[in-house]
C-alpha cells in the first residue's frame, strides 16, 4: 500500500489483484469503515460479493453512523456526521456508490449539489442570557500567550505528545478564548483529553480555521446520516450479493505465529445463543473494527433518564479487542481508551417537536425559517453560559424521510453530564427526555412559567447516554492503537477509529473510510495510491491565512512576541519588498 495525490491515481482504476477469485474476506461490525472495507473489496479489489461475509452483533447496520424511527420512542440520532472537501477518501469512495433518490448520479454528486445549492454557515455560533447572541463575531479572541501555546503545540513533535493532555499545554488564558469554546463543543474535547489528538486535528484543518467561528468550512448530508451514507453503501452491496449475517457477536480471533508470520486462524463467534467457530486459511481476509464510540449507549424517553451502563462485556467491540490484544503487543492496548468511563462520556438527546409553539424561537436564534428545507442552524449553537455547556443543532428538515413536515428534529447534546442544569436542577445524567426539554426551552428562551406545560405537550425526547463516546480521545502512546495491518498480520487488519495511521484524525467519518482503504489496499495488494491526507498544514499560504484569522485582523506588527516581532521587524520586510514574500503577507492581512 502507498500515498499518492493528484488526480492521476484518483481517476484510474486499478487491475484485479492476482489471487482474488480464490479469497473470501470476514468484515468484523457493519459500521461505516466495515461497510467501506466491503465496498473498496468489491469496487477495486474485484473480489466477488458472495466471497465477502459481513458479520453484525445488532439486528441493523449502521454502527455509530445512525438515524432511525423507533416505533415506540420516535426519532433518535445519537450524533452527526460533520464533513469537509478534503475527505479524500471518503468522496474517493462515494463517487463510485449510486444515489437511492436520484437515478444515473453518486452519492457525491447529490451530496456536492446539495451543498452548492445550499452552501453551510452558521447566524449565531454562541448563545447566552436564554437566546440572546454571545456575539462571538468571528473572533477568536486569542491572547498573545494563547496563540504562542498553539503554536507550539503545532510544531511539537508526535512522540513528545505522548500520554499528554491538553491541559498539560494551555493555561486559563488559552480556556477563556473563542478558540477553546469553539474547539470543544465542535469536537467534544475535554481538557483531560489528549494533547496529540489536538495537535493533530489543528494541522489537519488548519485550512478551515477562518471556517470555524460561521461552521462555512462544514458540509452536511440531506437526511440523518443512516439514510444518506448508509443506505446507500448497503444497497450497492447488496446488489453485488454480499452476505450479512446478524444477530453474530464475534468474540476472538485466533492466531497462529510462526516465522514472523501472523495468521489469523479462526473466528469465534455466538450466533442464535451458539456458540460458532469459522475456519480460515490464509486466503481468508479478516477486518475488524476495534473499539465502539457507541458500544453500552442506552437510551431513555420522556419519563426516564437513560441508566448508565458500565457493565463490562455487554457489547461486543471492546471486548473481542481485548482477547485479540492478549494474543500480542503489535495488537495494541484496548485499556487505554475503555478504562475511564468518567473521562469518556457524554449525553446527547433527540429532541421531536410536536406543534407550532416552539420553532418561533429557534427561527428567533437561528435566524432562518427551520421548515425551509434548506441549513437551519448551520451546525451547533453553543448555550455559552450553560453549566452542562449545552449545545443544539437542527440540521436541514425533514432529518428523516419519514418526517411530518409540521415536526422539527433537534439533536442536543452536553459535555458536562455530572453537574445540575440552570433551570433543572439536577445532572444531565440523571435528567429524564422532558427534564432535558425543559432545560433546553429555558435557554432558548421559553417564559419560565409556560416551560412545563410546552415540554410535556409541544415536544418529545429520547436522551441517549454514551460511556465511550469521546473514548479516542484519551492520551496515548505508541503501540496503544495497533496499525491498520500489524506487524507480520498476512490476512488480518483493524479499522475504524481505534486503528492507526498516519496524520489523519479520528471521530470523523473520513478516518473510518481511510482505515478500511488502507486494510483492503495492504492485504490484496491493490496497485492504486491511497490519497494521501490533504497537506495544508505544508501550504505556506494557509499557514499565513490561518495566522490573520486567528490574530483577528492584527498585523504582525502589532504583536510584541520575538518571533512575530523578528518577522515584522523594519529590517526583514526591508529584505523581503518586492518580494513574492511581500506579496503573500500583504495578501492575507499580515502586513
Not at 12 to 40: I, W
Not at 292 to 299: I, K, Y
Request: glycine share 8%.
Amino acid at each position: 500500500m502507498y500515498y499518492s495525490n493528484g488526480n492521476y491515481e484518483a481517476f484510474a482504476r486499478p487491475v484485479k489483484p492476482e489471487g482474488v477469485d480464490r479469497k473470501s474476506a470476514y468484515l468484523v461490525g457493519s459500521g461505516l469503515a466495515s461497510l467501506a472495507a466491503a465496498c473498496f473489496l468489491v469496487r477495486d479489489g474485484q473480489m466477488k460479493g458472495e466471497h465477502i461475509h459481513i458479520l453484525e452483533e445488532l439486528s441493523i447496520a449502521g454502527g455509530a453512523c445512525d438515524g432511525i424511527n423507533d416505533p415506540q420512542k420516535g426519532f433518535i440520532i445519537r450524533g452527526g456526521r460533520e464533513m469537509e472537501n478534503h475527505f479524500e477518501c471518503l468522496w474517493d469512495l462515494f463517487h463510485s456508490i449510486p444515489s437511492l433518490e436520484t437515478e444515473g448520479i453518486s452519492v457525491l454528486d447529490e451530496f456536492y449539489r446539495l451543498n452548492k445549492r445550499d452552501p453551510n454557515y452558521s447566524l449565531m455560533r454562541a448563545s447566552v442570557n436564554r437566546g440572546e447572541d454571545a456575539h462571538t463575531d468571528g473572533k477568536f479572541a486569542l491572547s498573545e500567550k494563547a496563540s504562542m501555546e498553539i503554536v507550539k503545540l503545532f510544531l511539537t513533535k508526535d512522540e513528545d505528545l505522548y500520554d499528554k493532555t491538553i491541559d498539560d499545554v494551555f493555561d486559563e488564558e488559552f480556556y477563556a478564548s473563542n478558540f477553546w469554546l469553539y474547539w470543544q463543543t465542535m469536537f467534544a474535547f475535554e481538557k483531560w483529553h489528549s494533547a496529540l489528538e489536538m495537535k493533530l486535528y489543528i494541522q489537519r484543518f488548519i485550512h478551515h480555521i477562518g471556517g470555524l467561528p460561521d461552521f462555512s468550512a462544514l458540509k452536511f448530508t440531506k437526511y440523518n446520516q443512516y439514510e444518506s451514507l448508509i443506505l446507500p453503501m448497503m444497497k450497492y452491496l447488496e446488489d453485488h450479493n454480499v452476505q450479512f449475517q446478524y444477530d453474530t457477536r464475534v468474540t476472538n480471533v485466533r492466531f497462529e505465529k510462526k516465522d514472523g508470520k501472523k495468521v489469523a486462524r479462526q473466528i469465534e463467534c455466538i450466533r442464535g445463543g451458539k456458540q460458532e467457530t469459522i475456519d480460515l486459511i490464509e486466503d481468508d481476509l479478516v477486518f475488524v473494527t476495534n473499539g465502539s464510540c457507541t458500544e453500552n449507549a442506552t437510551l431513555g424517553d420522556d419519563d426516564h433518564a437513560p441508566e448508565m451502563n458500565t457493565r463490562p462485556g455487554e457489547g461486543g467491540c471492546w471486548q473481542l479487542w481485548k482477547n485479540i490484544a492478549a494474543q500480542d503487543p503489535d495488537f495494541g492496548r484496548p485499556d487505554k481508551f475503555c478504562s475511564d468511563i468518567h473521562a469518556t462520556n457524554w449525553e446527547s438527546a433527540t429532541i421531536t417537536t410536536l406543534d407550532g409553539r416552539i420553532p418561533p424561537y429557534i427561527e428567533k436564534m437561528c435566524k432562518r425559517d427551520p421548515f425551509s428545507g434548506k441549513v437551519v442552524t448551520g451546525g451547533i449553537i453553543t448555550v455559552k453560559d450553560s453549566k452542562w455547556l449545552m449545545s443544539f443543532t437542527l440540521n436541514r428538515q425533514p432529518h428523516f424521510k419519514s418526517q411530518p413536515k409540521d415536526q422539527l428534529v433537534v439533536w442536543v447534546y452536553g459535555l458536562y453530564t455530572d453537574v445540575p442544569g440552570d433551570f433543572i436542577q439536577k445532572p444531565m445524567k440523571e435528567c429524564t427526555g422532558n427534564e432535558i426539554v425543559q432545560e433546553w426551552l429555558y435557554h432558548i428562551g421559553v417564559p419560565v412559567e409556560e416551560i412545563e406545560e410546552l415540554s410535556h405537550t409541544g415536544a418529545h425526547c429520547v436522551p441517549c447516554m454514551m460511556p465511550y463516546i469521546t473514548s479516542f480521545f484519551m492520551p496515548r502512546t505508541k503501540g496503544d492503537r495497533p496499525k491498520v495491518v500489524p506487524e507480520g498480520c498476512v490476512n488480518f487488519a483493524f479499522i475504524g477509529q481505534f486503528a492507526d495511521t498516519v496524520r489523519d484524525t479520528v471521530f470523523t467519518t473520513e478516518y473510518s473510510v481511510r482505515t478500511a482503504m488502507e486494510a483492503v489496499y495492504t492485504l490484496l495488494d491493490v496497485d492504486r495510491g491511497v490519497p494521501e491526507v490533504f497537506g495544508s498544514c505544508y501550504d505556506v499560504r494557509v499557514l499565513l491565512d490561518s495566522t490573520s484569522k486567528m490574530m483577528d485582523g492584527k498585523k504582525l506588527s502589532d504583536l510584541k512576541l520575538p518571533f512575530f516581532a523578528e518577522l515584522a521587524g523594519k529590517t526583514a520586510l526591508k529584505k523581503f519588498s518586492g518580494t513574492v514574500v511581500e506579496e503573500l503577507l500583504e495578501r492575507y492581512h499580515l502586513i
